[in-house]
C-alpha cells in the first residue's frame, strides 16, 4: 500500500517491455513508455492487416478505414465528446494549437483583440498564439501564478476583459503539476465571451477529462504521453466552432470537390486532415486508450498521487533541496539542490539508473518567473513504484553529498 491511501498501487510494469529491471523511468511528462498492447496492435496493423483508408473499395482497405474511424470513435468517448466528428486527428498537441491559432483566428480574431495565456504555459501554447496575434495586430496577456505555482484564477477575472476573444490554458503544467480548475478557467472565458483551449497533454494521462462537462471549446493532446505512438495526437473542437473555420492544409481528403474554378471543402473533421492520415497512430492510440480505461483514470491518479507525496516528503528531507510548485500536483514533481545545476542532478541521477529531465522544459517564460535557467523534475506514470522514488531519492542524496 502506498503511503495513507486507501487505494492498491498499480503494478504493472511487467506491461512495459522498454522498461528494464532496476531502472526508475522518470519522465513521463516527456513522453511516456509504451505497453506491449500497443506495440502489438501497431506491429499487427502494419504487419497483418495494413493499407490505406478512405480510398481504397477492396476489403482490406474498407476494413481499415473501419478500424480508423473506430479510433475516432474510442477517442470521442474517452473525453466525453458529443460526437467523434469532434476529434480532428493530427500530429501532436502542437500541431492542435497551432491548428486554431491559425484556422480559428483567421476569422475570429482582430486588430485589437487580446488573447489570454497564463505563465506557466509550454512554448506551444504560447508561441503560435504570438505567431497569430502578429498577424493580426491583436495583443496577449499573461495571467500571474499563485505563490505555489497555479495559474492564479482570482487574477484572470480581474484581468479579462471583452476584448479577450481567446483564453489558452495548460490544464496540468509539465513543469509543476498544477492542477487547472478548468470549470472555473471556462466561466471566466465565457463570461465575456471568450472561447477557451486547453491543453490537455498532462492532464488525459493524470485525470479523467470529459469535454462537454467541462463545456470548453477546444481541448487537445498527443498521443504519445498517453501510452500511445509518438506523430499523432487529438484536437477535439465543439461542432459549431470546427465547422466554421476555414480548413488547414490543402490537399487530399479535406476536399468536397475540386475544380479549376473551385475547390469546395469536406466537413469537420476531414476538412482539417489533408493527405494520407497517420492511421497506424490512430489504431496505436485506440489501443493505448483500451490499456488506459482498463486500469482506470481515478486508480492511476491516486496512484500517481501517492508517489507525488512519497517523493515531495522524501525530497523535503534532503537540506539542499527546494521543491517548486504545489503540494497536490499531479504526476509531477520539479525541484532544485542548492548549487546545483539541474543538468549534473540529472546526470549524477542517471549513473544511478534514474531518469529525470533537467532543462527549461520548454517553458522559458515559467523559468523566468520562478527565477531559475532549468529545474529538475521527476514525472510518474502507470509504471513507477515506490521502488522508483526511493531510487530518486538516494540519487539526490548522492547528488548533495557530492556537491556537498
Ligand atoms: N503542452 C504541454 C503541457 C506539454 O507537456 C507538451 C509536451 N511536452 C506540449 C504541449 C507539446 O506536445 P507535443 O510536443 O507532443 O506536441
Known amino acids: 500500500m502506498i503511503l495513507g ?19 526508475a523511468y522518470l519522465d513521463t511528462a516527456a513522453t511516456a513508455q509504451k505497453p506491449q498492447v500497443v506495440v502489438d496492435a501497431i506491429a499487427r496493423a502494419y504487419g497483418e492487416t495494413y493499407a490505406t483508408v478512405h480510398r481504397g473499395v477492396y476489403q482490406r482497405s474498407a476494413d481499415m478505414t473501419l478500424a480508423f474511424e473506430a479510433a475516432r470513435r474510442r477517442v470521442a468517448r474517452f473525453i466525453g465528446a458529443e460526437s467523434e466528428n469532434e476529434v480532428v486527428f493530427v500530429r501532436g498537441a502542437t500541431e492542435a494549437i497551432n491548428l486554431v491559432a491559425q484556422c480559428w483566428a483567421a476569422t475570429q480574431l482582430r486588430a485589437g483583440d487580446r488573447i489570454l495565456l497564463s505563465m506557466l504555459e509550454h512554448h506551444s ?28 484564477l482570482g487574477a484572470a477575472e480581474a484581468m479579462i476583459r471583452p476584448e479577450h476573444k481567446l483564453v489558452a490554458f495548460a490544464h496540468v503544467s509539465n513543469v509543476l503539476g498544477s492542477v487547472l480548475d478548468a470549470e472555473r478557467a471556462v466561466r471566466i472565458a465565457h463570461a465575456v465571451g471568450a472561447k477557451i483551449l486547453i491543453d490537455g497533454c498532462q492532464s488525459v494521462p493524470r485525470l479523467p477529462v470529459d469535454v462537454a462537462a467541462l463545456g470548453c471549446d477546444f481541448y487537445v493532446f498527443s498521443a504519445h504521453k498517453l501510452y500511445g505512438p509518438t506523430g499523432f495526437g487529438v484536437l477535439w473542437g465543439r461542432a459549431e466552432l470546427l465547422d466554421a473555420m476555414p480548413p488547414w492544409q490543402g490537399g487530399g481528403s479535406m476536399i468536397d470537390k475540386v475544380t479549376w474554378e473551385r475547390t469546395t471543402y469536406a466537413p469537420a473533421p476531414g476538412r482539417f486532415e489533408a493527405g494520407t492520415p497517420h492511421v497506424i497512430g490512430a489504431l496505436g492510440l485506440h489501443a493505448a486508450i483500451d490499456y488506459v480505461d482498463a486500469i482506470g483514470l481515478p486508480a492511476i491518479h491516486a496512484h500517481e498521487t501517492a508517489l507525488v507525496t512519497q517523493a515531495r516528503e522524501a525530497l523535503r528531507g534532503i537540506n539542499s533541496v527546494r521543491l517548486l510548485g504545489p503540494e497536490n500536483s499531479a504526476g509531477i514533481v520539479s525541484f532544485m539542490v542548492e548549487g546545483v545545476h539541474p543538468h549534473d542532478v540529472a546526470t549524477i541521477l542517471d549513473e544511478g539508473r534514474v531518469a529525470v529531465r533537467a532543462g527549461h522544459h520548454c517553458a522559458q517564460p515559467l523559468m523566468t518567473a520562478l527565477g531559475v535557467e532549468a529545474t529538475a523534475r521527476a514525472s510518474f506514470g502507470v509504471y513507477n513504484g515506490p521502488a522508483d522514488i526511493d531510487a530518486l531519492v538516494k540519487g539526490v542524496e548522492r547528488v548533495s553529498r557530492i556537491f556537498g
Open 5 to 23: 491511501l486507501d487505494t492498491r498501487p498499480l503494478d504493472v510494469v511487467a506491461d512495459f517491455p522498454a522498461i528494464p529491471d532496476g531502472w
Open 125 to 152: 501554447n504560447i508561441v503560435p498564439w504570438q505567431m497569430a496575434a502578429e498577424r493580426v495586430g491583436a495583443a496577449i496577456d499573461v495571467v500571474p501564478l499563485t505563490a505555489d505555482g497555479q495559474i492564479d
